[in-house]
């Protein structure tokens, strides 16, 4: 096949008229691409194998992309799955919901040559599926206990990562999350139609079979003090994520119809998994039949206004103050919003919220992009006198997150953390100011990304590893 046939190809396979229709019919299945075999094939021996492997490069996990390309390329799959799960404990997720185009297929010479990038993502997910369905996908199997045991408090991606690798060197783990299932964002965050809950239910049956033991609905400081977690395990890990919203400071923003994006989430992940929600049967946190207008321009967003698509709103417009070449978000996302339906209302801000008794419209200003802050990002300055308003009887707040008082939750005031709130580590230790207490994923780093936890799930298991060694060193001598 020419180079022109495999670009078609490429694009063919982003399949938007699918996934619009799915949409449109309220469907939340997962839409993500999907290759057979044949096409896992082609697209992997589109692989240059070019001299600096920029997508690896660009792999917070530092996947072995080119090599796995090849093998896959060769039909040798089994190996193919070897490698790509070498470097990574949740493969299957992240070949769905990575931003590849902020990360290894951004950075394919292919895409910088205008010919479209190897969909890295979509094979990575082809061949772990294979692999799940060959049987090649194992529980975590230690070739020898250990005595000593490790508590992870929080079930995202960063702990179940740190758990994989913790229980394969041999240690006894128990994994606390104060929900009732276990995969933080990736199951009440992240909506069905990007990663299906089975996906990530299969992923945590493994660990348990592996002998991973299990504790949702436990809550650290509330079921089970921080003290006697400690008490009971040669190590702790924090891995309990950010989930305080930044909230909308404008008037009218208590009005009821005004709400947090988390609480909208993990509603609709909740009824997707059959859970029944009163806010959802009162229609609170239902978008069905209504003017929706999200404000933010993060992936956060693109969520909210994706879901309210498939809820049945009347409308569905996005408020973001930059321009579309500044949103935080995957342009991917956005595109995506686009297609469904969303309507994106660029450079605005919101100024105020209206409503007698609950929101009826918002009141926004224009933007215009000033000069740069310290960052480097142009500051959005207000232009004066371009107030416009916008009927609304759903505001969705998707301002991003700060991490929680985690002192204050776990009476512990001696866990030193930052101004913004997050954990601080020593970054070659992982260690927090606690002594056996490590720390990883978005409450240390701030609100990042599900490869970003696994990668730091996976160093912080290894220092815990060492950690432990070294004690056991020291107490042998
Ligand atoms: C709406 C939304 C969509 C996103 N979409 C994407 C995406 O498409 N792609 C992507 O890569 N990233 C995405 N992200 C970001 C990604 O989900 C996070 O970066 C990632 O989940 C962080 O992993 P974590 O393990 O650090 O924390 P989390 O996934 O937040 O998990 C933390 C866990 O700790 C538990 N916990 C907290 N406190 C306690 C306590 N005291 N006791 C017991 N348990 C506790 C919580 O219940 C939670 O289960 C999204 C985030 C949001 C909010
Ligand atoms: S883990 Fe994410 S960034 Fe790395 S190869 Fe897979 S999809 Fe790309």
Redesign the pocket.
Known sequence: MNRKMLQFTHIEQRMPDKRTAAARRGDFGEVTLALDGERAVEQSSRCEQCGIPFCQIHCPVANNIPDWLMLAAEGRMEEAYALSSATNSLPEI?GR???QDRLCEGNCVLEQSGHGAVTIGAVEKHITEHAFAQGWVKPPRPRRELPQSVGI????????AAADLLRRAGFQVTL????DR??????????SF??DKAVVERRVALLAEGGVAMRPG??????LSFAELRASHDAVLI?????KPRELMVPGAGLPGVIP??DY?ITSNRICLGDSVPAFADGSLDAKGKQVVVIGGG??AM??VRTAIRQGARSVKCLYRRDRANMPG?QR?VAHAEEEGVEFVWMAAPEAVFGERKVTGLRALRMHLGIADASGRQVPVPIDGSSFTLPADLVIT?LG?DA?D?PA??GEPGLVVARSGTVKIDPQSWMTSLEGVFA?????RG???????IR??RDAAGAITKYIGARAAAAAE
């Open positions: 992240c919901i990575c931003p408090v929080g079930g995202g991606p960063a702990g179940l606390y999350d104060r929900h276990i995969g933080g964002l990736m199951v009440y965050g992240i909506p990007k990663l436990t809550e650290i400081g509330r079921d891995a309990t994520g950010v989930y994006a988390l989430l992936d956060t969520d909210c995957s996302e998707a997150f929680e985690v939750l776990f990883a994923g978005d409450i240390v609100a990042s990304l599900v490869v970003w936890a730091d799930g």
